[in-house]
């Protein structure tokens, strides 16, 4: 066994004496110090050399701890010049300190040596070292020749120059801007933790190995992986809330997708926040996935404009001091929620109604898989599924991060060459096409495409994680997943067509069914009667002519126009709703061609305009129109 070298007569001995002269040269030239202007930088710390007035001999002190310029920093467009510094701080360590020019010169750099002190960098024992230390920064910023180019990122997630493109974390970036570095100046309080603990393979042992054969955990994780594509692919965000009872498993999914890209501790995050916090927490994200526990602590108030935001990918508009608009954050995310209830449900609680847009935003799925073990379909060798949650939830917080940081780092590599992006790109969209031909029933609505197109996305993340060989996973296992997942949204769904037509048809029904009696005055000829109170309308008994029930009688209803536009289809364009009634063969339009038809109304005159819903045999003989392809009116 060969001894190291221990000294450079070792070194000497070993490589000869070139090594030794390098060796020896650097520490040399490190003592030396590195000079700006007056001001040398050495290893023990920052110097200031002077000349004496009388005796004009130089003369040297000792200014502050360690401080050495890395690069000056701005962002992709020219603007916000930054000082990148490294200082040693009174325990040792080594920090990047990043200085806009703009706080130099500030204050006359008083908040400069406050941050540098906060920071655990220490002065000289006079005045003068304090009063020196803005020259310090103008003369690293004097010497811009010697300081290489460093990119700002105003976000996470892809960064391009249009030559080269990297991915920004809020601790590091993978890759480089052909030859700059990219840094991210201030990811902000509670930005992700995207630490790594154990290795690829423990994680493909202790997690992944699990995950196959339980759709909802493989989908978890292969969401972590898709949303770095939605850029490359030109998609909008959108989230996923997986909806089930407590204790079935629903937050060790999420501990299991955090795993792919860091400490669940670190990742997590709870829905117990405002639509303003939401907006701070996206732009965390942007580009990767935002993982929320419990969506019943979410205010129930703001769940719906949480959605939107979320999704929507772009914050609210503000203005500066002097009154002008200020940029507006901006983020791409996908974002796995879990919740007791959905959406729908929470904001029934206050007495609003859930927007077809906002449940496309937030696809709910089915937790509890139906087959006794929560959100499990198998336990693999465990003796219950409390046992593997535990475990799963154990293994999250030792094996994590580095899935997600191999992943990025091949894609970054490939999305830098034309060709292999090219055909990565191509690779991606047959595989949501694959998806897309598997779960879309004939004549979906283009709604359920685009809930579709999501789930898809999803799908290709996961199996381009499978195609690396980073997640353990045969190829094809990750789709079968995201297709389960994609079947329980649809069922809960209820239907394939457009969700505002199911809502109208639901509140129609809803309405007639808590009126029908006591808010329609009955129209027989010979007993009036007084008219209800908060009358909607009228309505006549109908002979059905059931042979077995020959007083089998049903009603249809005349509604008034006011209660038809401001009460029946509240929420929906009223000509909208009143042409798919009439489609539906629910609404029987006049002999004019219009929605409402011409009646005689008792104590209205003979011709009033009303809404008429005809009886059941009155409907059946006039069986709606084929289906079509109606436009949404949002």
């Not at 992986?225 to 407590?246: C, K, T, Y």
């Not at 937790?367 to 499990?376: C, K, L, S, Y």
């Not at 790109?425 to 359920?448: D, K, N, Y």
């Not at 209205?604 to 809404?611: I, M």
Request: net charge neutral.
């Amino acid at each position: 066994m060969t001894k190291k070298p221990t000294d450079f007569n070792d070194m000497a001995a070993e490589k000869g004496p070139a090594p030794v002269k390098a060796a020896v040269a650097s520490v040399i030239d490190a003592a030396k110090g590195r000079p700006f202007g007056q001001f040398i930088v050495r290893p023990d710390g920052t110097y200031q050399q002077t000349i004496d007035r009388k005796t004009g001999e130089a003369e040297e002190f000792y200014l502050c701890t360690r401080l050495e310029p890395l690069g000056i920093a701005r962002t992709s467009s020219g603007s916000d010049f930054t000082l990148v510094l490294k200082m040693t701080n009174l325990d040792g360590q080594v920090n990047e300190w990043l200085l806009t020019q703009e706080a130099i010169f500030r204050a006359g750099g008083e908040e400069c040596r406050v941050d540098f002190v906060r920071r655990g960098g220490a002065f000289g024992p006079g005045t003068r070292e304090r009063s020196a230390f803005a020259d310090l920064l103008k003369s690293f910023v004097r010497h811009p020749r010697h300081l290489p180019r460093i990119t700002l990122a105003d976000r996470t997630g892809w960064i391009n120059n249009g030559t080269a493109a990297a991915f920004v974390l809020p601790a590091e970036t993978i890759g480089i801007l052909g030859k700059e570095r990219v840094l991210l100046p201030d990811p902000g309080h509670g930005a992700p933790n995207y630490a790594t603990a154990g290795t690829l393979a423990s994680w493909q042992e202790h997690i992944g190995r699990l995950c196959r054969g339980n759709s909802r955990l493989m989908f978890a994780c292969a969401l972590a992986l898709a949303a770095p594509l939605l850029h490359l692919r030109g998609l909008g965000g959108g989230g996923f809330n997986l909806v089930g009872p407590s204790s079935c498993g629903k937050t060790s999914a999420l501990h299991v997708a955090a795993s792919v890209s860091g400490a669940p501790a670190g990742l997590l995050r709870t829905c117990d926040s405002t639509a303003n916090a939401f907006e701070s927490t996206a732009g965390q994200h942007s580009d990767s996935a935002l993982l929320l526990d419990e969506l019943g602590q979410a205010h129930p108030e703001a769940i719906g404009q949480i959605v939107y935001k979320l999704a929507g990918g772009i914050g609210r508009g503000r203005a500066d001091h002097h009154g002008n608009a200020r940029d507006r954050r901006q983020w791409r995310i996908l974002f796995l929620c879990t919740g007791e209830t959905d959406l729908a449900s929470m904001m029934q609680t206050t007495g609003r109604r859930a927007h077809t847009g906002q449940e496309l935003r937030l696809a709910d799925i089915e937790a509890d898989v139906g087959i006794g073990h929560g959100i499990f379909e198998t336990i693999h060798s465990f003796t219950s599924a409390a046992e593997l949650a535990d475990h799963l939830r154990d293994a999250a917080s030792k094996h994590h991060g580095h899935l997600l940081h191999d992943y990025l780092t091949r894609l970054v590599e490939e999305v830098n060459d034309p060709a292999r992006k090219s055909a990565r790109l191509q690779w991606i969209a047959e595989v949501e096409q694959t998806f897309m031909a598997r779960v879309l029933p004939p004549g979906a609505s283009g709604q359920v495409c685009r809930v579709a197109a999501r789930f898809a996305l999803v799908a290709a993340g996961g199996e381009l994680g499978s195609h690396y060989q980073l997640t353990g996973w045969h190829p094809g296992e990750v789709l079968d997943a995201a297709v389960a997942c994609f079947e329980s949204w649809l069922t809960r769904r209820g239907t394939a067509g457009m969700g505002e037509v199911d809502q109208l048809l639901r509140q129609v029904s809803g309405f007639f069914e808590r009126f029908g009696e006591s808010r329609f005055q009955k129209m027989e000829t010979k007993t009036r009667g007084t008219p209800p109170p908060n009358r909607a309308g009228f309505s006549r008994a109908v002979h059905l002519g059931d042979t077995l029930d020959p007083d089998a009688t049903a009603f249809e209803f005349f509604v008034l126009p006011s209660v038809f536009k401001e009460e029946l289809c509240t929420g929906f364009d009223s000509r909208w709703s009143a042409q798919i009634l009439i489609d539906r063969g629910l609404l029987q339009p006049g002999n004019d061609g219009k929605a409402a038809s011409v009646h005689w109304l008792p104590g209205l005159g003979k011709s009033s305009r009303c809404y008429h819903f005809p009886a059941p045999s009155q409907a059946a003989e006039n069986p709606p129109p084929a289906e079509k392809n109606i436009r949404s009116p949002f």
